[in-house]
Antibody, heavy 119, light 107 residues
């Protein structure tokens, strides 16, 4: 079964850091682009970042560029999102997402992990 | 950045009705558009890719059309299990942008 399981969410103070992980299983992880997408409470979806299967090519939304870093460990089938300088507006559910056909079609989503930025 | 304007933001229709959602891109995106369904408390699910292709396993009452800047998502006969929020999403070499969502309810 193809599965993505996020972890690492929690409560953090403004200005703090957090590292999210996403464990992938059921498919050849290194063959796929991966993404992080977030959703604020009661609001819509916002794409944050993506990374090529080989881990070399990355892209970021302007809202997180310079603060968040996406990376992957293909030997451990794990995707990461390092989040620094967190702000209250970063409070959201964070989803790990697989895409097929390059980065075009987001076809597998994790269940999400909740990040709360508050003092 | 490409902006995606989705309308309406919510709608209510009887079971069996035809439901249509539109998505307008701020510039030409060819057919680089997907549609997702999100049920409460769940992750989004891909329904339509490349504007008009039905994802495997998705009921045929769902369909998509359009290209360039104007796109349409249709449920041909609304069912109780279709209660959800639907999102369009564009993708390009810079990133991805979601529309604001359309919450679909049963009247």
């Amino acid at each position: 079964e193809v599965q993505l399981v996020e972890s690492g969410g929690g409560l953090v103070q403004p200005g703090g850091s957090l590292r999210l992980s996403c464990a992938a299983s059921g498919f050849t992880f290194s063959d796929y682009w991966m993404h992080w997408v977030r959703q604020t409470p009661g609001k819509g979806l916002v794409w944050l970042s993506r990374i090529h299967g080989g881990g070399i090519t990355t892209s970021y939304a302007d809202s997180v560029k310079g603060r968040f870093t996406i990376s992957r460990d293909n030997a451990k089938n794990t995707l990461f999102l390092q989040m620094n300088s967190l702000r209250t507006e970063d409070t959201a559910v964070y989803y790990c997402v697989r895409s097929r056909f390059y980065y075009y079609h987001m076809d597998v989503w994790g269940q999400g992990t909740t990040v709360t930025v508050s003092s | 950045d490409i902006q995606m304007t989705q309308s309406p933001s919510s709608l209510s229709a009887p079971v069996g009705d035809r439901v249509t959602v539109t998505c307008q891109a701020s510039e030409d995106i060819s057919n680089y558009l997907n549609w997702f369904q999100q049920k409460p408390g769940k992750a989004p699910k891909l329904l339509i890719y490349d504007a008009s292709n039905l994802e495997t396993g998705v009921p045929s009452r769902f369909s998509g059309s359009g290209s360039g800047t104007h796109f349409t998502f249709t449920i041909s006969s609304l069912q109780p299990e279709d209660i959800a929020t639907y999102y369009c999403q564009q993708f390009d070499n810079l990133g991805h942008t979601f529309g604001g969502g359309t919450k679909v309810e049963i009247k």
